[in-house]
């Protein structure tokens, strides 16, 4: 009769693990699937120099990211930008392309027309990362430090 309380301690004791690890295997699934938290990918990106405005000495006026996967919804392609006034193109140009000699970013001459610029990388799990430029006259700041259209630098995964 001495070991009834100890089995149940037991079966309580690994219940409770198990349901731990169900709900931590759950919450790591819809991360990597990108319904909540961040995903690898948008990690991955978010890493890059290239795609934190901050340290290249930026100011940002607008940023996005892929947006969370909706119920039942398909996956979009992974992708996080930033938008700076399109009066700072210059700028923005001469950093990014000091940046990417460092970086190891490789300009290429395949743009579309629309494009400013667009260069990619191959990390080193064999991904390539896509990084484009535009300058967007539709889009405009409405920031108290500037108005009129921007410059959208996208890094995404191909």
Same mark, same amino acid.
Not at 43 to 54: D, S
């Given at each position: 009769? =001495?070991?009834?309380?100890?089995?149940?301690?037991?079966?309580? /004791?690994?219940?409770?693990?198990?349901?731990? #690890?169900?709900?931590?295997?759950?919450?790591?699934?819809? %991360? %990597?699937?990108?319904?909540?938290? !961040?995903?690898?990918?948008?990690?991955?990106?978010?890493?890059? /120099?290239? #795609?934190?405005?901050?340290?290249?000495?930026?100011? =940002? /006026?607008? !940023? $996005? %990211?892929?947006?969370? %996967?909706?119920?039942?919804?398909?996956?979009? &392609? &992974?992708?996080?930008?930033?938008? /700076?006034?399109?009066?700072?193109? $210059?700028?923005?140009?001469?950093?990014?392309?000091?940046?990417?000699?460092?970086?190891?970013?490789? &300009?290429?001459? !395949?743009?579309?027309?629309?494009?400013?610029?667009?260069?990619?990388?191959?990390?080193?799990?064999?991904?390539?990362?896509?990084?484009?430029?535009?300058?967007?006259?539709?889009?405009? #700041?409405?920031?108290?430090?500037?108005?009129?259209?921007? =410059?959208?630098?996208?890094?995404?995964?191909?």
């Amino acid at each position: 009769m =001495a070991s009834y309380p100890r089995t149940k301690v037991l079966i309580a /004791v690994l219940f409770g693990l198990l349901t731990l #690890a169900t709900l931590w295997n759950i919450w790591d699934w819809g %991360r %990597r699937e990108n319904y909540w938290g !961040t995903s690898d990918s948008i990690a991955v990106l978010q890493a890059e /120099v290239l #795609a934190q405005p901050k340290a290249l000495g930026l100011t =940002a /006026v607008k !940023t $996005d %990211r892929t947006p969370h %996967r909706g119920f039942m919804g398909k996956s979009r &392609p &992974p992708f996080v930008s930033y938008s /700076v006034p399109a009066s700072q193109m $210059d700028t923005l140009l001469d950093v990014l392309n000091s940046e990417m000699t460092k970086e190891g970013w490789t &300009p290429l001459d !395949t743009c579309s027309t629309e494009v400013v610029m667009c260069a990619q990388k191959f990390t080193s799990d064999g991904e390539t990362l896509l990084l484009t430029v535009k300058e967007d006259a539709e889009s405009t #700041a409405s920031t108290s430090d500037s108005t009129g259209p921007l =410059a959208t630098v996208t890094l995404s995964l191909n």
